[in-house]
């Protein structure tokens, strides 16, 4: 490589650099136009805080989804500029059609049901620094830095077990898991409710402090990261939770409904949305949770997940003269099995489409493959030796 192609890469690590550097030094997504997550919120934020959309619906936390439909086309009917053309109708249909926006979305619901007003920014956070912090991930990578303004936490990993029936027939199974919950007390903050929140000592209230960081030899560079002390929020609690001592999370269990789809495949992958752990600074990421099943004493399934395996005995009677049995399945039918003539010892015998469903196209099934065991007698009277002895 030559002096000038040498000079030319240098300048371009350089202003790589600085543009890396210039993108730590805004908090949030300010850096692309949006709003950073640093400092303290405006008057307008404190006030939409204290807004709570279940009451403007007159429902509670439990409300249905339908029940939130319901309650929004009434009183829309009511307050809406062409029936009630007053300055209060308008302000009051403005807030009946935000909370019906926020209630009725389920990522939108689950954040503001967990912290409020500053949920819901953070769900918008998440969303407008997603292809932000794509573009900026070679240059955390090149330089060996993070810019961390993430606000999207890590998925987590479950795993069930359900019976092979469940799975031949489709269902519902009950889970319950243990993970980090933000403190419904305190929505987060760590404060006592009612006891306010005090500015943060450490950075002012601005969210951020002055961090330096070496260069090279004689060359650094200051750059604002988000503040310890306050993890950017600009305050601090003036006395902890009563409930999670000013952790502003919680271990607690959470009740989930999964769906078993018929013929699902073994290893099959169920994301629950925002249900992994939860923290006040990020956006709970996704819980993924595989399904296997546990061994069942008659039936296996292949590979491919649609055919299944199982054994039958006769009498050597039967395995002479051929037989006809019925078997019980899965669902608690009872599947025919019969051969004419002699059958011998291991012999396998395809029953076409009486197999697992197809996941996703139920209507299609793989085939039984039953393999077939006789038994021989323990003994034999002379007479049945002779009758053998004459037919062979």
Same mark, same amino acid.
């Given at each position: 490589?030559?002096?000038?192609?040498?000079?030319?890469?240098?300048?371009?690590?350089?202003?790589?650099?600085?543009?890396?550097?210039?993108?730590?030094?805004?908090?949030?997504?300010?850096?692309?136009?949006?709003?950073?997550?640093?400092?303290?919120?405006?008057?307008?934020?404190?006030?939409?805080?204290?807004?709570?959309?279940?009451?403007?619906?007159?429902?509670?936390?439990?409300?249905?989804?339908?029940? =939130?439909?319901?309650?929004?086309?009434? !009183?829309?009917?009511?307050? @809406?500029? *062409? $029936?009630?053309? +007053?300055?209060? %109708?308008?302000?009051?249909?403005?807030?009946?059609?935000?909370?019906?926006?926020?209630?009725?979305?389920?990522?939108?619901?689950?954040?503001?049901?967990?912290?409020?007003?500053?949920?819901?920014?953070?769900?918008?956070?998440?969303?407008?620094?997603?292809?932000?912090?794509?573009?900026?991930?070679?240059?955390?990578?090149?330089?060996?830095?993070?810019?961390?303004?993430?606000?999207?936490?890590?998925?987590?990993?479950?795993?069930?077990?359900?019976?092979?029936?469940?799975?031949?027939?489709?269902?519902?199974?009950?889970?319950?898991?243990e993970k980090q919950k933000v403190c419904g007390g305190c929505k987060g903050t760590g404060a006592l409710p009612g006891g306010g929140m005090a500015t943060?000592?450490?950075?002012?209230?601005?969210? =951020?402090?002055?961090?330096?960081?070496? !260069?090279?030899?004689?060359? @650094?560079? *200051? $750059?604002?990261? +988000?503040?310890? %002390?306050?993890?950017?929020?600009?305050?601090?609690?003036?006395?902890?939770?009563?409930?999670?001592?000013?952790?502003?999370?919680?271990?607690?269990?959470?009740?989930?409904?999964?769906?078993?789809?018929?013929?699902?495949?073994?290893?099959?992958?169920?994301?629950?949305?925002?249900?992994?752990?939860?923290?006040?600074?990020?956006?709970?990421?996704?819980?993924?949770?595989?399904?296997?099943?546990?061994?069942?004493?008659?039936?296996?399934?292949?590979?491919?997940?649609?055919?299944?395996?199982?054994?039958?005995?006769?009498?050597?009677?039967?395995?002479?003269?051929?037989?006809?049995?019925?078997?019980?399945?899965?669902?608690?039918?009872?599947?025919?099995?019969?051969?004419?003539?002699?059958?011998?010892?291991?012999? =396998?015998?395809?029953?076409?489409?009486?197999?697992?469903?197809?996941?996703?196209?139920?209507?299609?099934?793989?085939?039984?493959?039953?393999?077939?065991?006789?038994?021989?007698?323990?003994?034999?009277?002379?007479?049945?030796?002779?009758?053998?002895?004459?037919?062979?």
């Amino acid at each position: 490589m030559g002096v000038r192609s040498f000079s030319r890469t240098f300048l371009l690590l350089l202003l790589l650099q600085q543009l890396f550097l210039c993108y730590l030094a805004v908090p949030g997504s300010a850096f692309f136009g949006g709003r950073g997550s640093g400092g303290q919120r405006s008057a307008v934020e404190e006030k939409e805080e204290e807004m709570d959309y279940y009451a403007v619906l007159g429902l509670n936390e439990k409300a249905t989804d339908r029940e =939130v439909r319901q309650k929004f086309r009434e !009183l829309s009917r009511k307050y @809406h500029p *062409d $029936v009630a053309n +007053t300055e209060e %109708a308008r302000a009051m249909y403005s807030k009946i059609s935000r909370a019906n926006e926020v209630l009725s979305d389920k990522k939108k619901r689950r954040m503001y049901d967990m912290r409020g007003e500053e949920g819901l920014r953070q769900l918008e956070r998440a969303a407008a620094q997603g292809d932000a912090g794509h573009a900026m991930d070679p240059l955390s990578r090149l330089f060996g830095m993070s810019s961390g303004s993430n606000v999207r936490g890590p998925n987590s990993e479950g795993s069930i077990h359900v019976t092979l029936e469940k799975v031949f027939t489709g269902g519902e199974e009950s889970v319950v898991i243990e993970k980090q919950k933000v403190c419904g007390g305190c929505k987060g903050t760590g404060a006592l409710p009612g006891g306010g929140m005090a500015t943060c000592r450490t950075c002012g209230g601005n969210g =951020v402090v002055l961090q330096r960081l070496q !260069l090279g030899p004689h060359m @650094h560079q *200051d $750059v604002r990261q +988000t503040c310890p %002390a306050c993890r950017g929020r600009g305050r601090v609690a003036k006395a902890a939770c009563r409930i999670c001592g000013g952790a502003r999370v919680v271990r607690g269990e959470v009740p989930l409904h999964l769906v078993v789809e018929r013929g699902v495949g073994e290893g099959h992958t169920v994301v629950f949305e925002m249900e992994a752990d939860e923290s006040p600074d990020m956006v709970p990421g996704d819980l993924h949770i595989s399904i296997h099943t546990h061994p069942h004493p008659r039936f296996s399934r292949r590979r491919n997940d649609i055919d299944l395996d199982t054994n039958i005995t006769i009498t050597l009677k039967e395995a002479l003269l051929g037989f006809n049995k019925q078997i019980p399945h899965l669902d608690g039918t009872n599947t025919t099995v019969e051969a004419t003539g002699v059958t011998p010892y291991g012999t =396998v015998l395809r029953l076409r489409g009486m197999g697992m469903p197809k996941h996703n196209m139920p209507s299609e099934r793989g085939d039984l493959y039953v393999k077939v065991h006789f038994e021989l007698p323990k003994t034999l009277t002379q007479e049945q030796k002779k009758e053998i002895e004459e037919l062979f």
